[in-house]
């Protein structure tokens, strides 16, 4: 069995959207509360927030295209490990679209990224609020032309989406949106150690729910 310490070892989805193995069960490596709140930005990348957020403040729009490219992966994963797929574009455009109006009201620019997240999730808090008295289609919902592989990687998806957050989170950063472990510590905020932790026993909490 791999180290919990091998969190590269997760291997994210294929360019296409297909997993890079037939079933996220041969993927291997090796508490909720306390994990989400273990955001620590390196002093780098803070001081690189805070610099585009100043410029975007003052109009520089350049600088929030910055920053977009900086978290979109990141927003989109979050956003997908709560939200239907079908969702998720258009609430990505709401997050950032929210943290542009909303930017003069962040009182630290340098803790851009962890506003910004916690952004996300409450826009998917509220997109479930207001979707309750509507009839929306399954994600799984297969086409006539849909590959046995895709329909398993949106199974799987709705598997992780019963996950603990902290879990499910950090699992669609590397298997969805194909964050290697550094990249989600340092766009989250997480420690290294955090992310090791989550991905260890997210990923056996979902071996065990695939295996059921």
Not at 27 to 34: D, K, L, M, W
Not at 171 to 187: F, H, K, N, S
Not at 194 to 209: A, F, Q, W, Y
Request: charged share 25%; glycine share 6%.
């Amino acid at each position: 069995m791999t180290r919990a310490a091998d969190y590269d070892s997760v291997q994210p989805a294929a360019a296409n959207g297909s997993p890079r193995t037939s079933s996220f069960k041969a993927v291997e490596i090796a508490s909720f509360h306390t994990r989400m709140s273990l955001t620590t930005f390196s002093a780098t990348h803070a001081s690189e927030d805070a610099r585009l957020v100043r410029a975007a403040r003052a109009g520089d729009e350049r600088a929030f295209g910055a920053l977009y490219e900086r978290y979109a992966r990141v927003i989109h994963g979050v956003l997908l490990a709560r939200a239907p797929k079908t969702a998720v574009e258009d609430l990505v455009q709401d997050v950032f679209l929210s943290a542009w109006n909303r930017l003069d009201s962040l009182r630290d620019p340098a803790a851009f990224g962890g506003w910004l997240t916690m952004i996300a999730r409450n826009r998917a808090t509220d997109f479930h609020r207001q979707s309750v008295d509507s009839v929306e289609l399954p994600d799984d919902l297969t086409a006539p032309d849909a590959t046995s592989s895709r329909v398993e990687a949106l199974g799987v998806l709705e598997v992780i989406r019963t996950l603990p957050a902290a879990y499910r989170e950090t699992l669609v950063l590397r298997l969805v949106e194909g964050l290697t472990g550094p990249e989600i510590a340092e766009r989250t905020g997480l420690t290294p150690a955090s992310v090791r932790v989550n991905l260890h026993r997210g990923m056996t909490m979902l071996r065990e729910k695939l295996d059921r």
